[in-house]
């Protein structure tokens, strides 16, 4: 594999590549990643195909994460998150760079998973991933089911809940899925979300609203 | 709602997500109700759950498979690229197999060829009942039509009487 590229973060003046960044100023520190990254852009879009690597080992976990939220399948997830960044390489002249790189990539990975849903068989819940694992071959471990232990009462209807969460979610439209992870599972803003999606202020919240109320037909009996 | 009533569902939900992030109100009742209490309580614990359970999930992949994802990643963008770049030598390879090119171009003139003949060929029964539906020929057409048989028969001969010269010979 060609020597992937590492955006330089500033130590005290240097320039290294392992260190972690110490910028004050997280805003002057966007900016400059932004510019790093645009330099990238050029590269790849000049015919540096090897360069792109720097997007997809920066992002890949970041969008590989949003995507199994919303799919709730690892094995969709892992080929989900190849297509968005196939799709990015291939759209990477358009990109003009008036949103950092990760919104864009945001918006990419929101329409493929719109796509994907709406061809896909019918949804796995998160609850049964353990056996998704089985045939997902030794690259996926297995499920990571939590479970606070006070007791086992209170975990089995703690699990029941979840699993009616997760179930819940994969029932909303593929937008209103986007909008409410990336509000409650990535806590962005509603002005982060109106940036990847490119929808207004008011019409999120009206999103957030309708899941909110599917939620609750979801979960009537908490009543 | 009253202080003694519960929580309605859609307030439970409100109260774990609320849409514009600030933390909703808190009803009065909820301050004193242990059921309500432990029914938001409940929500929100199963939502951290469902959350941490996809963080853990997450977190819990080694890194062979992140390393694993961006290589099929980038070996599939190397290969999307590939045609890409061989478009421009399509001309050059023609010009390296020029008999490549012209058995193509005679085949491809041999099938128009083909199509052209029997479509021709298709089409006469048509045109012979085109013709055989024209009106009978006016007396003037039938007085030529003797005319050129005789020239037809005059010219028979004389080809006969040149062969039986020829044979004399």
């Not at chain 2, 941490?52 to 694993?68: I, K, N, Q, R």
């Amino acid at each position: 594999m060609a020597k992937v590229l590492n955006f330089p973060h500033r130590t005290d003046g240097e320039t290294s590549v392992t260190e972690e960044p110490r910028l004050e100023d997280d805003a002057r520190a966007r900016a400059e990643r932004r510019k790093f990254e645009e330099g990238v852009r050029e590269r790849v879009v000049a015919g540096d195909v090897d360069a792109f690597e720097y997007f997809v080992t920066t992002y890949q976990k970041r969008i590989t994460r949003f995507v199994f939220t919303l799919l709730r399948d690892a094995s969709d997830a892992d080929c989900v998150a190849q297509d968005v960044f196939v799709k990015a390489f291939r759209a990477l002249g358009e990109f003009k760079g008036e949103s950092a790189f990760e919104t864009w990539l945001t918006r990419i990975a929101i329409n493929t998973v719109r796509d994907r849903i709406r061809r896909r068989r019918p949804v796995v819940s998160f609850s049964e991933l353990r056996d998704l694992d089985d045939d997902d071959g030794p690259e996926l471990p297995a499920s990571f089911d939590p479970a606070d232990g006070t007791s086992p009462e209170r975990d089995l209807l703690s699990g029941d809940i979840r699993r009616r969460i997760s179930d819940a979610l994969v029932t909303l439209s593929p937008r209103q899925r986007s909008i409410f992870v990336m509000k409650h599972y990535e806590e962005k803003s509603i002005a982060e979300i109106g940036e990847a999606t490119g929808l207004d202020e008011g019409t999120i919240k009206s999103h957030l609203f309708r899941a909110a109320r599917k939620l609750r037909v979801c979960l009537e009996d908490l009543r | 709602m009253t202080a003694t009533s519960h929580l309605s569902a859609d307030e439970i939900v409100a109260r774990v997500f609320p849409e514009d992030g600030g933390p909703a109100a808190v009803p009065a009742h909820l301050a004193g109700c242990a059921v309500c209490q432990e029914r938001v309580a409940r929500l929100r614990e199963a939502w951290l759950l469902d959350r941490g359970a996809v963080s853990g999930y997450m977190d819990g992949l080694a890194e062979p498979f992140w390393t694993a994802q961006a290589e099929r990643t980038m070996e599939e963008i190397r290969s999307s690229v590939a045609p890409r770049a061989a478009a421009p030598g399509v001309r050059p390879r023609l010009v390296r197999h020029p008999l490549l090119a012209f058995g193509s171009l005679a085949a491809a003139l041999v099938l128009v060829a083909t199509a052209t003949i029997s479509h021709v060929t298709s089409q006469a029964p048509a045109v012979r009942n085109t013709v055989a539906e024209r009106p009978t020929p006016s007396s003037v057409d039938r007085s030529d039509e003797e005319l050129l048989r005789a020239i037809d028969r005059v010219l028979d001969d004389s080809s006969l009487a040149h062969l039986a010269a020829e044979e004399s010979l």
